[in-house]
């Protein structure tokens, strides 16, 4: 017994565990600060269009709300519909933004993100870490790939658990009428 805790406190003594604040450690690199600027100046592209098409949008609506009265039934629909349609292209444009805005920030981010993947490896490998937890996520953005991964042994418990296909119901006997 004594022996048996001795060897698990000697392999939980080889394992070395260290944070990371990625969220400090992205803010110092220079490239995060370029790609911050370059989608604030994308957004900022954006943005003038949608200042656009919010100001033709106000102005429609204004027509219409100022002068609705007096129109004829017919132009009063045409303008009801022009102003429903360009707040239809407007919803359209604002969702659109929103996904190439975020493809784009995946685009700049990845050579950012391979680069912090690298330097964090680099150092815990030179400080001999087994782990690195980041604090700012809450994830493990280094362990060992392999050494001491439990998932192909979990996998096998998985497949030897699955419960058998159930029987299908056998056919009973007739049963017989009463009193015979």
Same mark, same amino acid.
């Given at each position: 017994?004594?022996?048996?805790?001795?060897?698990?406190?000697? !392999? &939980?003594?080889?394992? *070395? =565990?260290?944070? $990371?604040?990625?969220?400090?450690?992205?803010?110092?690199?220079? #490239?995060? /600060?370029?790609?911050?600027?370059?989608?604030?100046?994308?957004?900022?592209?954006?943005?003038?269009?949608?200042?656009?098409?919010?100001?033709?949008?106000?102005?429609?609506?204004?027509?219409?709300?100022?002068?609705?009265?007096?129109?004829?039934? !017919? &132009?009063?629909?045409? *303008? =009801?519909?022009? $102003?429903?349609?360009?707040?239809?292209?407007?919803?359209?444009? #604002?969702? /659109?933004?929103?996904?190439?805005?975020?493809?784009?920030?995946?685009?700049?981010?990845?050579?950012?993100?391979?680069?912090?993947?690298?330097?964090?490896?680099?150092?815990?490998?030179?400080?001999?870490?087994?782990?690195?937890?980041?604090?700012?996520?809450?994830?493990?953005?280094?362990?060992?790939?392999?050494?001491?991964?439990?998932?192909?042994?979990?996998?096998?418990?998985?497949?030897?658990?699955?419960?058998?296909?159930?029987?299908?119901?056998?056919?009973?006997?007739?049963?017989?009428?009463?009193?015979?």
């Amino acid at each position: 017994m004594l022996l048996c805790a001795l060897f698990t406190t000697a !392999a &939980i003594a080889q394992q *070395k =565990i260290g944070h $990371i604040n990625s969220a400090e450690v992205l803010q110092a690199m220079p #490239e995060f /600060k370029q790609m911050q600027e370059a989608l604030e100046r994308k957004k900022a592209e954006y943005t003038k269009v949608l200042e656009t098409m919010y100001k033709e949008y106000e102005l429609k609506s204004k027509e219409v709300q100022d002068n609705g009265k007096n129109m004829m039934e !017919a &132009i009063l629909e045409a *303008k =009801i519909q022009e $102003i429903q349609d360009l707040q239809r292209r407007i919803q359209a444009f #604002e969702d /659109k933004v929103q996904g190439e805005l975020e493809k784009y920030q995946m685009e700049l981010m990845k050579p950012i993100n391979d680069k912090y993947i690298k330097l964090l490896e680099e150092a815990a490998k030179e400080g001999g870490y087994t782990y690195i937890i980041d604090i700012a996520s809450g994830s493990v953005p280094y362990f060992p790939k392999e050494e001491f991964s439990v998932t192909e042994s979990v996998k096998k418990k998985v497949a030897t658990s699955v419960p058998a296909a159930p029987k299908p119901a056998t056919p009973s006997a007739p049963a017989k009428p009463a009193g015979k």
